[in-house]
C-alpha cells in the first residue's frame, strides 16, 4: 500500500501491523522542514480521501490513516502559527488544513457506517433469538394446556365414576336386606350391559 503524504512517499507494505511507526526526527515532525520556504517550491496538495476509497480500508489501515492524518494536522497548524506570529506572512496553501480535516471527518463517517451496520446486524440477531424463544414458549405452553386439558378430563371421568358408583352402591337405612340384594343385583346387571 502506498501513501501519498505531502511530498513524502511511504511504503506501508514493509511496516509490520503490529509495530508502531518509530519516530526518527522527534519534535522535528511538526515541521516541514523548511523555515522559508519559496513560492515556487510550495506544491499544492493531492485530493483528500473520498469515503468511497476509505469504505475498502481495514480498521487498522484506518487507524494508521488517522495518526498519519492527525500528525499532518499538527504540523500544518504549528506552521501556520509559525507563520503568522513569527514571521507575519500569509500561511502558504491553506487548502492543505482543510483536506486533512475533511479525510478525518470522512474516516469517522466510515466507521460511524460500520458501527451502525454492527449495531443493526446485532439488532438482527436478537430479534431472531427472541422470536425462536417466543416459539419455543407458545410449544411449552400449548403442550401444558393439552396437558392440563387430558388432566381435566381424567379427573372428570374419574368424579363420575366415583359418583356413579356411590349412587349403585348407596341404600338406604329403612330399605330391608332383601330391597339391597335386588338394587345390587339390578346395578351389576346394568354396569355389565355398558361393559
Avoid at 519534535?27 to 523555515?35: H, I, N, R, T
Avoid at 495518526?67 to 506570529?85: D, H, I, P, W
Avoid at 403442550?143 to 368424579?159: D, G, Q, V
Wanted: net charge positive; glycine share 2%.
Amino acid at each position: 500500500m502506498l501513501c501519498l503524504l505531502r511530498r513524502r512517499v511511504v511504503w506501508s507494505s514493509n511496516i509490520s501491523p503490529c509495530k508502531p511507526l518509530r519516530m526518527e526526527r522527534g519534535v522535528e515532525e511538526f515541521f516541514d522542514g523548511q523555515v522559508k520556504p519559496e513560492a515556487k517550491d510550495i506544491q499544492t496538495a493531492g485530493r483528500p480521501w473520498r469515503a468511497q476509497d476509505l469504505r475498502g480500508k481495514s480498521f487498522s489501515d484506518l487507524h494508521k490513516l488517522w495518526f498519519v492524518l492527525l500528525k499532518e494536522r499538527n504540523m500544518l497548524l504549528t506552521e501556520r502559527e509559525q507563520f503568522t506570529s513569527l514571521e507575519r506572512t500569509k500561511f502558504p496553501d491553506p487548502s492543505r488544513l482543510k483536506k486533512v480535516r475533511l479525510s478525518m471527518n470522512r474516516i469517522k463517517v466510515v466507521l460511524g457506517e460500520r458501527i451502525r451496520a454492527q449495531a443493526k446486524v446485532l439488532a438482527e440477531e436478537k430479534i431472531e433469538k427472541l422470536k425462536e424463544e417466543k416459539k419455543k414458549f407458545e410449544e411449552e405452553s400449548l403442550k401444558i394446556k393439552e396437558r392440563e386439558k387430558e388432566a381435566w378430563r381424567l379427573t372428570t371421568e374419574e368424579l363420575k365414576r366415583e359418583y356413579t358408583r356411590r349412587r349403585l352402591h348407596a341404600t338406604p337405612k329403612s330399605w330391608t336386606e332383601a330391597q339391597k340384594v335386588l338394587v345390587t343385583q339390578e346395578n351389576e346387571q346394568s354396569v355389565a350391559n355398558r361393559i
